[in-house]
């Protein structure tokens, strides 16, 4: 079974709790997840909303020490993904194929050179906001700032260096305005719809179509609040979630973008390992296995090898 996660905390997690991504209680661990193969995972270095500035820049440096370092004490368990030659090794590697993310445009400190290092980095995505403001534009929960005059800079300058744009966080006007400036696909890593659940940082019927339309991906998000907002939260609220998608015609545009270890989720979705029952949830729901085999890796992997 090839799973390919488009977004998770573990790093963050792990630098913060000071533990090991390898082997952990965590909802993923390169232990735990190395029965799929080939498993690529995304690692968000994620900057919260009170890091501003050159703090903001730290974090980040801190976190990339971190991966760094538990890649080179463990190469026969995971490899970081810093080319488009090594996107597309992915399928061949029987390891964990790190791909590094940063979630949160603070991480620039407003500063477009600070983008090129990232670049150096090998960081392949960023999502703009993270809940708040940043010099960027304006996040889902507590605005409705559009893009600032630096963030059209950043926008233009990503595509210029074939970083992938995430709008996961984004503000609707944010949003809008990114989709008016963009010239290549655009990414929601982690969001729902929000015709299934309200909850604002979940996409409008509109967003998606102009995502899935324009080659982007969506990864579904196991957050209960992204998952339901009237009733507990369950697996089966996921397959409402895809299903809806796929009606708005996301059959090569519909991922995965779990959000382990950076929310809260239903009880009995227990990480990565977990992966392999909801698998069988689809197909169970009589999705064909080609459709999920798309949806668990071949959209994300497709999208990484065109666009990165």
């Avoid at 969506?218 to 209960?224: D, E, I, Q, R, Y």
């Avoid at 939260?233 to 009606?247: G, N, W």
């Amino acid at each position: 079974m090839k799973v390919f996660d488009l977004h998770c905390d573990t790093l963050y997690r792990a630098v913060d709790e000071n533990k090991s991504i390898i082997e952990n209680d965590f909802d993923i661990s390169i232990l735990k997840g190395l029965k799929y193969e080939p498993w690529a995972q995304c690692f968000a270095i994620f900057i919260p909303d009170e890091y501003r500035g050159e703090d903001a820049l730290t974090l980040f440096k801190k976190c990339k020490r971190r991966l760094d370092f538990e890649i080179d004490r463990n190469k026969d368990l995971i490899c970081k993904c810093d080319s488009k030659d090594d996107i597309k090794k992915i399928v061949r590697d029987k390891r964990c194929n790190a791909i590094l993310t940063v979630e949160g445009g603070a991480v620039l400190a407003g500063k477009l050179s600070n983008l090129d290092y990232l670049k150096e980095c090998g960081v392949k995505m960023i999502t703009l906001t993270w809940n708040g403001e940043c010099e960027i534009g304006g996040g889902a929960k507590t605005s409705n700032l559009g893009i600032t005059e630096f963030g059209t800079k950043v926008v233009r300058h990503m595509e210029e260096l074939s970083m992938i744009i995430d709008v996961s966080h984004a503000s609707d006007r944010l949003f809008y305005d990114v989709a008016n400036i963009v010239k290549r696909p655009i990414v929601a890593s982690h969001s729902n719809s929000r015709s299934i659940c309200s909850h604002k940082r979940n996409l409008t019927d509109e967003q998606f179509k102009f995502i899935s339309s324009n080659g982007g991906i969506v990864g579904l998000n196991f957050a209960s609040d992204f998952l339901n907002d009237k009733t507990l939260a369950s697996p089966y609220d996921i397959i409402k979630h895809a299903d809806h998608f796929l009606s708005l015609g996301g059959e090569r545009s519909l991922c995965l973008g779990t959000d382990f270890d950076g929310a809260d989720i239903p009880d009995d979705i227990l990480g990565i390992e977990w992966l392999k029952i909801l698998y069988e949830l689809f197909l169970q729901h009589n999705y064909s296995q080609s459709l999920v085999d798309n949806i668990f890796f071949n959209n994300a992997y497709d999208f990484f090898c065109n666009f990165v």
